[in-house]
């Protein structure tokens, strides 16, 4: 329960902010949100299940509302704060205003910090060995190798890193680097979870170990939504605090089941792994020897032989998918198939396993494999746990064993990949519940090679069993996660449940919709799906564009903005900025500076540009949509999902694209008014709105803009 004590610590840090926030109004909307989160954390609605979920329009002052609602409570229990976002804008903003702000003046004595994944760190040592090595005298470390040779600027580059590192004008992570750093750099200098360790001495003053110091002593940890998936996944508090000790705030929560199933998803490419499987003997056989110890000789064994074993199976699984390669990969001109797509953009083909099931062969191969893959691996860590023993023994040289465990690092991780694949092949899906979605994939890219992939379709259970059931409480929160006016979709999608224990609250945006916005429905004549219907575009989007001064149009896909764009450059004089043109950054700092100048500025972009955009004021006052954001499932696991809908007597494109659609229109329309006196107009050129029977319901989960029907 909420005692007295944090109700009041909670209502002065309320007073306090306000007292010091310009242009502060006290809004309901805001002090309901901190009542509600405040009262679900501690317990008050139901003990165990401390799980709030929050759909809170623009404007409601959410991060505050959490903020407020959450840190008090954690400090008075001793429980940590992790603050998830889905983007690195969001990210910034909390921790450099919104946080920094609410210790200042709430009355609240708390430390935060950014917490980021290890690769986005440099290896210290890493880092000195790559500048004695790029500078062509002798490695002082034997077999440090560039995967790509540098150049004179990426020498002359590292050893700027180096000596800003070492004068501590750089404190050692990628993006606090001002310039853009080659990838194949920084791969090779980028600390990795096997060789840059903590209790090697060389590795003691890694900016990674003082990043992970700096999170031990802080309250609240800002992190993104990919880390906090890597750290469920290896059980909870081996990167973060541990689950029970922790308040989970997710914001942007909308993309948490992407995420998820991104991250519960494994892929591997058959002659690519043959090929490391190959050097795999190797390294165990030199460790082994750089070990010195009777204790190494049995695993390094063991692993010869598994990986022998291993390269036979795999050999005979590249076999098989060559031998029906013309089954799985059908030439364009009849690939009429439903579970066979074409990627024209990287070239590769793929060809989806019906309902998950792949041919017994393939399926008792599978078995095989990740049983020797879990042996190998076993083996492989044995050896080096010996090695770093070996190291902190004294038995064995720094220098000689770190390139080997960096070695055997990469190495692992690829056997950790191979045994997920394989284990996700093997496995028998349950009646119960959805099957995996299973896919191959041929590239011909760079040279001809095979992809394996699979990947859960729906990740609720997973979210229910690292995270739910684990931790001390959670929010999750963003301006859109109902869809069609429900919860519905969102929380089957995240694994919560209506009568769980779990608390939902829904609130409305301050704006005033009404007075403040219009929605136009276009009068077109042609659907969105004709042909005709880009010719329409043309035609008509010049009347539109006068509506306002600072125009954003967004279109549902790039060929169809392209050729808007080009027949309006030809056809008149209309200025227009278009997304892939210039950077996403460019654009905005261009039209912000066409808009201060009181010249006319018009944006095209595509999805990208409907979501995180943020343009108040006069950045934006005419909005246009050309089409409804209905995607096209054309990933394997979307159409391994719509096929499940299907098979189970549902209708996927009423169950899965209306709800998803209905979500993204609401985020489109989200732009346009991002302050309460804002203003403009919303115009829809799709009439599916008006002439389909789910055009209704989509209209209807819109904010209440006063509506304009063109005759």
Partial sequence: MLSDKLKQAIRQAYKAIGENLTHFNPRKQQTLLIAEIAKTLAGEYDKDRKIITIEAGTGTGKSLAYCLGAIPLALSRDKKVCISTATVALQEQLVDKDLPFLKKYAGLNFDFTLVKGRQRYVCRQKLTQAVTTGSGSEPTQVGFTFAEKPDAKDIRTLNSMHKALLDGSWLGDIDSWATNLPHHIWQQVQSDKHSCLKNLSEHTHCPFHK???????????????????????????????????????????????????????????????????????????????????????????????????????????????????????????????????????????????????????????????????????????????????????????????????????????????????????????????????????????????????????EVGFTLENMLWSQCEAAVLCSATLRALNSFDHFRFQVGLKNNDGSQYQQVDSPFDYQNNAQLVIANMDNEASAQEFTDEIITKLPRYLEQGSASLVLFSSYWQMNKVAEALRDNSDIEIMVQGELSRQKIIEQHKKRCDDNKISIIFGTQSFSEGLDLPGDYLNNLIITKLPFSVPTSPVEQAQAEYVTAKGGNPFMTLSVPDTSKKLVQACGRLLRNEKDEGVITLLDKRVVTKRYGKQLLDSLPPFSRVFEK
Avoid at 231 to 252: A, C, N, V
Avoid at 295 to 317: F, H, R, T, Y
Avoid at 381 to 402: C, P, R, W
């Fill in 211 to 457: 990043a992970r110091e700096t999170m031990d002593q802080a309250h609240v940890l800002v992190i993104n939504h990919s880390l906090l998936l890597a750290d469920l996944e290896l059980g909870g508090g081996r990167i973060l605090s541990s689950p029970e000790d922790t308040i989970y705030i997710i914001d942007e929560a909308h993309h948490l089941p992407k995420v998820t199933r991104d991250f519960s998803s494994a892929s591997i490419t058959l002659k690519g792994s043959i090929e490391w499987l190959t050097k795999l003997r190797d390294t165990g056989d030199k460790m082994a020897k750089l070990i010195k110890s009777r204790n190494a000789i049995s695993p390094a064994l063991k692993l010869g032989d598994d990986c022998q074993d291993l390269l036979l199976e795999m050999q005979k699984v590249l076999n098989f998918v060559e031998a029906n390669a013309n089954v799985y990969f059908l030439e364009e001109e009849s690939s009429q198939g439903s579970n066979f797509t074409k990627k024209s953009q990287n070239d590769s083909q793929v060809y989806r396993f019906e309902n998950g099931i792949i041919p017994q062969t393939l399926k008792n191969w599978a078995e095989d494999i990740q049983s020797l893959s879990k042996k190998s691996l076993a083996n492989l860590n044995k050896l080096y746990s010996g090695l770093i023993e070996a190291v902190k023994d004294g038995d064995t040289q720094m220098y000689l064993a770190e390139p080997l465990l960096a070695e055997a690092g990469f190495m692992i991780q690829r056997l950790e990949n191979l045994q997920a694949l394989w284990f996700m092949y093997a496995k028998t899906d349950s009646d119960k519940g959805a099957p995996m979605a299973r896919w191959l994939e041929r590239i011909t890219s760079k040279r001809l090679d095979y992809l394996l992939s699979a990947s859960p379709i």
